[in-house]
């Protein structure tokens, strides 16, 4: 089955506390993202790539790293968490962000407080 | 810098009866736009897009979308609303004409169709 997957799908931890969200996918997709959702909000990039060791921040970056050693892993690292990144994380795929148009097909979502 | 507006946060409609979802959006250049729909406690999926060509759009469960250049709006329509389609929806944009390949979603819109 095609799929994003995403773990954990919850989280708790303290602040400072260095934490990595993983994010795999199964398509042989060379466009990966990741985005948090915040009430109000809506849904904001914080880094996309385009393929392997190819990474960009997207709105919202700061507080954030990312690699793509692989094509299918796009882990999220944060590393010293703080309040304000409390959200709900997305990682999506899609097949090429050449023509940036593909539809994007997203994870199950991972909630994370950050206390 | 690229945006979309959602100018309601909710839209309440009658089964049966047609829905319409508003979205406007700010770009430089020409726009990619998207629509997506999140269900609870998953994550977002497809709808619908524009690339270009025809400005109306159709997509998936009976959605369609109206492409206004002049007005810069993208609107959801739904000739007939189902119960199921209660969930969150949002639209995004990117510009066709700029390198930067991230999506800027609006803050989303929840719709809620009474039987």
């Known amino acids: 089955e095609a799929q994003v997957t995403q773990n954990p799908r919850y989280l708790i931890t303290v602040t400072g506390k260095k934490l990595t969200v993983t994010c795999s996918q199964n398509?042989?997709?060379?466009?990966m993202s990741w985005y948090r959702q915040d009430p109000g909000l809506g849904l904001r990039q914080i880094y996309y790539?385009?393929?392997?060791?190819?990474?960009d921040k997207g709105d919202v970056p700061e507080g954030y790293k990312v690699s793509r050693k692989e094509k299918r892993n796009f882990p999220l690292i944060l590393e010293s968490p703080s309040p304000n990144q409390t959200s709900l994380y997305f990682c999506?795929?899609?097949?090429?962000?050449?023509?940036?148009?593909?539809?994007?097909?997203f994870g199950p979502g991972t909630r994370l407080l950050v206390l | 810098a690229q945006s979309v507006a959602q100018p309601e946060d909710q839209v309440n409609v009658a089964e049966g009866n047609p829905l319409t979802v508003k979205c406007t959006y700010s770009?430089?250049?020409?726009?990619?736009l998207f629509w997506y729909v999140q269900y609870p406690n998953r994550g977002l999926q497809f709808l619908l897009k524009?690339?270009?060509?025809?400005?109306l759009v159709k997509g998936s469960y009976g959605f369609e979308a109206e492409f206004n250049k002049s007005q810069t709006s993208f609107h959801l329509k739904k000739p007939s609303a189902l119960v199921s389609d209660s969930a969150l929806y949002f639209c995004?944009?990117?510009?066709?004409?700029?390198?930067?390949?991230?999506?800027?979603f609006g803050s989303g819109t929840r719709l809620q169709v009474q039987p």
């Open positions: 999506a795929s899609s097949l090429t962000g050449l023509a940036g148009v593909e539809t994007q097909y």
């Open positions: 398509m042989n997709h060379e466009y």
């Open positions: 790539s385009m393929n392997v060791e190819v990474t």
């Open positions: 770009v430089s250049g020409n726009p990619y």
């Open positions: 524009y690339i270009t060509g025809d400005n």
């Open positions: 995004a944009v990117r510009s066709r004409d700029t390198g930067r390949r991230a999506l800027t």
